[in-house]
């Protein structure tokens, strides 16, 4: 979370019940990029196995924050 809104990324993050975990982000082309590499590698206890990226109407994401959905 702090890392999205470092680089100035809006959207979210949720844990879903299967385990794995659900990313949406806003930003510039070049900001996604930087996002998704960081996303595929994770945070040091996780294990990233697959990512799937699809494109999500901008409308449905708040640019001005980056938060943890419960």
Do not use: Q
Not at 20 to 31: D, K, M, W
Not at 56 to 63: A, F, G, I, K, R
């Amino acid at each position: 979370m702090d890392r999205a809104r470092s680089l100035g990324v809006g959207g979210w993050a949720r844990n879903l019940p299967d385990g794995s975990v659900e990313v949406v982000g806003l930003a510039t082309a070049e900001t996604v990029e930087v996002f998704e590499a960081l996303v595929r590698r994770g945070p040091p206890a996780a294990e990233v196995t697959a990512i799937t990226v699809e494109d999500v109407p901008h409308e449905h994401v708040d640019s001005k924050s980056f938060i943890i959905k419960r």
